[in-house]
């Protein structure tokens, strides 16, 4: 084993042969028993009896991947038990979760059991009402509870149990993987292993778009999501990865995480999610690739969309000096489906936490992200005298909150911000090791490869180089990325530094750099010649 992989997987924990088998080698055969998951006996058995008495059962998700993905795995598995289903995600215009418009679905379907995916935690009165018609709820999510649950037949959540310890990474789509598996189990042979090794696709794409640690159960369904999705055999799958320009059969969480993913979510911010599920589910190739276009423009609309945000934002902040400890920025002209993203965009550039608002009729749709080591919920919980509600994971939150208590908030945000130890907002390198260009040969890449899926929990493995030289002057490409060619006595090694063109001229000056870097194949060159993804290079 390369000297490079060795440390890494030393630096995770990993240095027993058995464990770094396990580790390298994810199976199917490892994942853990689902029975341990709260109520999900009482779901399985009121499932079972819908199918077997010819029951209409409405799945209803959440308009971003981790809802869509998950209706659509629901949707997938539970027909080929010979379910009736109705699946249904809401518009986003018409609000998070359970709504008015929700329940109107669910009446018109006649269903009379309603599984929830991604959504249900706090539809307390949206759940009473659908009892008070006689129809059953099962709720599957991954969310924090609140004081008071709904009133559900069956709530199947990691986090209202000791199933966290195993569990409490999962994705919603995650936990209706492990409903499934428990569904199946109950009747064995009724469920078609090669069925759910397809719709493993789906698990990854939204377990990857919902940025929850790539560790344990989610590396397991992850890694062989990812090979189902590289081959699938779904038209709406193929038609996704067309339009994305992702032919090639070998894909990783990066290429789920910045293309695909990004065009699922768009039609939600942009549209109506209800076009992103039934592209998943769309069995027609020629309805695929229409779906699959409309999709695509749907997110070059976004793209426009959140440049002219972030440049409204960034003007916010221009001759804001020194900046505060977190950001925050509202309009009442920017659209609620982009604050996420341009919240991300922000931190990357001031490494901050940071919240965008999108103001309208004197109601905000907010969007946090964060950096590593500061974890939003604690902070929004202090705030939550200031919200109507908010929720989410440690780096990345949203919250609704009244025009009059904007300018509160800032304020007692960036205080409890600036409360941190101030190490815990800055963004330091955390390297695997130091090594010399040598190193980095296909053996090593190959070995690193088998590291992921990389992702939130699992890091891609990032190095340091001291002196590297220039074979020849930098360049830029795609108008803001710097492309650089490394020497190594006679060999040479293509690198690609992401938006750091402007330092073009300084690092032709300097011929030799410092670099912080990982390494990986060039698959877009169609083969596999190595290249460094530059994070951070040093001229003095």
Same mark, same amino acid.
């Given at each position: 084993?390369?000297?490079?992989?060795?440390?890494?997987?030393?630096?995770?924990?990993?240095?027993?042969?058995?464990?770094?088998?396990?580790?390298?080698?994810?199976?199917?055969?490892?994942?853990?028993?689902?029975?341990?998951?709260?109520?999900?006996?009482?779901?399985?058995?009121?499932?079972?009896?819908?199918?077997?008495?010819?029951?209409?059962?409405?799945?209803?998700?959440?308009?971003?991947?981790?809802?869509?993905?998950?209706?659509?795995?629901?949707?997938?598995?539970?027909?080929?038990?010979?379910?009736?289903?109705? /699946?249904?995600?809401?518009?986003?215009?018409?609000?998070?979760?359970?709504?008015?418009?929700?329940?109107?679905?669910?009446?018109?379907?006649?269903?009379?059991?309603?599984?929830?995916?991604?959504?249900?935690?706090?539809?307390?009165?949206?759940?009473?009402?659908?009892?008070?018609?006689?129809?059953?709820?099962?709720?599957?999510?991954?969310?924090?509870?609140?004081?008071?649950?709904?009133?559900?037949?069956?709530?199947?959540? /990691?986090?209202?149990?000791?199933?966290?310890?195993?569990?409490?990474?999962?994705?919603?789509?995650?936990?209706?993987?492990?409903?499934?598996?428990?569904?199946?189990?109950?009747?064995?042979?009724?469920?078609? /292993?090669?069925?759910?090794?397809?719709?493993?696709?789906?698990?990854?794409?939204? !377990?990857?778009?919902?940025?929850?640690?790539?560790?344990?159960?989610?590396?397991?369904?992850?890694?062989?999501?990812?090979?189902?999705?590289?081959?699938?055999?779904?038209?709406?799958?193929?038609?996704?990865?067309?339009?994305?320009?992702?032919?090639?059969?070998?894909?990783?969480? !990066?290429?789920?995480?910045? !293309?695909?993913?990004?065009?699922?979510?768009?039609?939600?911010?942009?549209?109506?999610?209800?076009?992103?599920?039934?592209?998943?589910?769309?069995?027609?190739?020629?309805?695929?690739?229409?779906?699959?276009?409309?999709?695509?423009?749907?997110?070059?609309?976004?793209?426009?969309?959140?440049?002219?945000?972030?440049?409204?934002?960034?003007?916010?902040?221009?001759?804001?000096?020194?900046?505060?400890?977190?950001?925050?920025?509202?309009?009442?002209?920017?659209?609620?489906?982009?604050?996420?993203?341009?919240?991300?965009?922000?931190?990357?550039?001031?490494?901050?936490?940071?919240?965008?608002?999108?103001?309208?009729?004197?109601?905000?749709?907010?969007?946090?992200?964060?950096?590593?080591?500061?974890?939003?919920?604690?902070?929004?919980?202090?705030?939550?005298?200031?919200?109507?509600?908010?929720?989410?994971?440690?780096?990345?939150?949203?919250?609704?909150?009244?025009?009059?208590?904007?300018?509160?908030?800032?304020?007692?945000?960036?205080?409890?911000?600036?409360?941190?130890?101030?190490?815990?907002?800055?963004?330091?390198?955390?390297?695997?090791?130091?090594?010399?260009?040598?190193?980095?040969?296909?053996?090593?890449?190959?070995?690193?490869?088998?590291?992921?899926?990389?992702?939130?929990?699992?890091?891609? /493995?990032?190095?340091?180089?001291?002196?590297?030289?220039?074979?020849?002057?930098?360049?830029?490409?795609?108008?803001?990325?710097?492309?650089?060619?490394?020497?190594?006595?006679?060999?040479?090694?293509?690198?690609?530094?992401?938006?750091?063109?402007?330092?073009?001229?300084?690092?032709?000056?300097?011929?030799?750099?410092?670099?912080?870097?990982?390494? !990986?194949?060039?698959?877009?060159?169609?083969?596999?010649?190595?290249?460094?993804?530059?994070?951070?290079?040093?001229?003095?």
């Amino acid at each position: 084993m390369p000297r490079a992989a060795a440390f890494c997987l030393a630096r995770i924990g990993f240095t027993e042969s058995g464990d770094i088998d396990r580790f390298l080698n994810p199976r199917l055969k490892g994942l853990a028993d689902p029975h341990s998951l709260n109520q999900v006996d009482i779901a399985v058995e009121r499932v079972w009896r819908a199918v077997d008495a010819g029951e209409i059962i409405f799945i209803h998700g959440d308009y971003d991947v981790d809802g869509i993905t998950g209706t659509a795995f629901l949707t997938r598995t539970l027909e080929s038990l010979g379910a009736k289903v109705h /699946p249904y995600v809401p518009h986003r215009d018409r609000g998070y979760g359970i709504g008015p418009a929700s329940l109107d679905e669910v009446r018109k379907s006649a269903a009379r059991l309603v599984i929830t995916v991604d959504c249900g935690m706090t539809a307390l009165a949206e759940v009473d009402s659908l009892r008070g018609d006689g129809i059953d709820v099962i709720i599957l999510d991954h969310h924090h509870a609140g004081e008071r649950l709904p009133q559900a037949l069956a709530i199947v959540n /990691p986090r209202l149990n000791h199933a966290i310890d195993r569990f409490g990474n999962l994705a919603a789509v995650g936990v209706a993987a492990k409903f499934l598996h428990a569904l199946a189990a109950a009747r064995p042979g009724s469920l078609d /292993p090669e069925v759910y090794k397809e719709a493993l696709q789906f698990v990854a794409l939204g !377990t990857i778009a919902d940025v929850v640690p790539l560790v344990e159960e989610n590396r397991i369904l992850v890694a062989f999501g990812l090979r189902k999705l590289a081959e699938s055999r779904l038209a709406g799958v193929q038609a996704l990865k067309a339009m994305a320009r992702l032919p090639r059969r070998k894909l990783t969480a !990066t290429d789920v995480a910045f !293309t695909l993913a990004p065009r699922i979510n768009a039609v939600g911010r942009m549209g109506d999610a209800g076009d992103a599920l039934r592209l998943l589910l769309a069995d027609d190739p020629a309805e695929a690739y229409r779906l699959a276009e409309h999709i695509e423009s749907m997110n070059a609309l976004r793209r426009k969309v959140d440049q002219s945000v972030l440049q409204e934002a960034l003007a916010q902040l221009q001759g804001v000096d020194p900046l505060p400890a977190a950001i925050v920025v509202w309009s009442d002209t920017w659209p609620a489906g982009v604050v996420g993203i341009v919240a991300s965009r922000l931190v990357d550039r001031y490494q901050r936490p940071t919240i965008v608002i999108a103001m309208k009729d004197n109601l905000g749709r907010a969007s946090g992200r964060s950096v590593p080591g500061v974890s939003l919920p604690p902070l929004l919980d202090g705030c939550a005298d200031l919200l109507e509600e908010h929720g989410g994971h440690a780096q990345a939150a949203g919250f609704s909150i009244r025009a009059g208590n904007l300018e509160a908030f800032r304020e007692r945000f960036q205080k409890l911000t600036a409360e941190l130890d101030a190490a815990e907002i800055q963004e330091s390198w955390d390297l695997d090791a130091i090594v010399e260009l040598g190193e980095m040969d296909s053996e090593c890449v190959d070995w690193l490869e088998r590291l992921g899926p990389f992702g939130e929990g699992n890091p891609e /493995p990032l190095f340091g180089g001291r002196g590297l030289v220039l074979a020849e002057p930098p360049t830029v490409v795609g108008k803001t990325h710097l492309k650089l060619v490394f020497q190594d006595g006679s060999r040479q090694v293509r690198g690609i530094a992401f938006r750091q063109g402007n330092r073009v001229e300084e690092v032709a000056r300097a011929g030799r750099v410092d670099a912080v870097f990982h390494a !990986t194949f060039d698959t877009w060159r169609g083969g596999q010649e190595i290249q460094l993804v530059v994070r951070e290079l040093g001229t003095g």
